[in-house]
């Protein structure tokens, strides 16, 4: 195992900038490896995936969406019917679709829990992540993190894991990060 310190900018070229230190402090780009952690709920456009296939907070949505339909497709279909004089038959046909439509998206936005779901009580902000590993750098821990600091990082992590080739092997998007430094390490994290 390898200690990882990373760093999250929220602007790619303070995670750019940051790189440049640490070159000048003597660590080598083998030492150093830059992601991209999409928003949450997006970590499955990521190369190799990484989100479950559906969010545990959307399992009725489709049940929702289907109540919600059949129910709006009947009011439209009434409001089309009043509408008939003025817009012909279709009116109906009109009414019939907006309802539907409408009654889909609220049923399914209804029937979403909103609620956190367990084992995601911390979500990893959208950021480029910065990680370097520790262990075989000329500098300490606290250097890279002031570097990181100095250059904007909203978080700071400490971390322990696989280092292959120049890359954190087994960084996953979706592990809560064990905050030691940066701008947000106090702040409230946002819930999934």
Not at 29 to 58: F, I, Q, T
Request: glycine share 14%.
């Amino acid at each position: 195992m390898s200690t990882i310190i990373a760093g999250g900018f929220a602007v790619l070229t303070d995670a750019e900038a940051a790189v440049a230190r640490l070159l000048e402090l003597g660590v080598t780009r083998d030492e150093m490896c830059k992601y991209r952690v999409n928003p949450a709920g997006e970590h499955n456009a990521l190369p190799g995936g990484g989100d479950h296939d559906a969010s545990e907070g959307a399992k009725h949505a489709d049940r929702g969406a289907v109540k919600g339909a059949a129910i709006g497709a009947a009011v439209g279909l009434a409001a089309g019917a009043a509408a008939t004089p003025l817009l012909g038959p279709a009116g109906v046909a009109a009414g019939v679709g907006i309802g539907a439509y409408t009654g889909s998206l609220l049923g399914g936005l209804k029937s979403i829990d909103r609620e956190p779901q367990p084992g995601r009580d911390v979500v990893r902000p959208a950021e480029t992540l910065l990680a370097v590993n520790a262990d075989d750098t000329p500098c300490t821990e606290a250097d890279i993190v002031r570097v990181f600091e100095e250059c904007g990082a909203m978080q700071v992590e400490r971390a322990y894991g696989q280092w292959v080739d120049g890359e954190w092997a087994d960084f996953d998007p979706l592990s809560p990060p064990h905050l030691i430094g940066g701008r947000d390490k106090d702040a409230p994290r946002p819930t999934a």
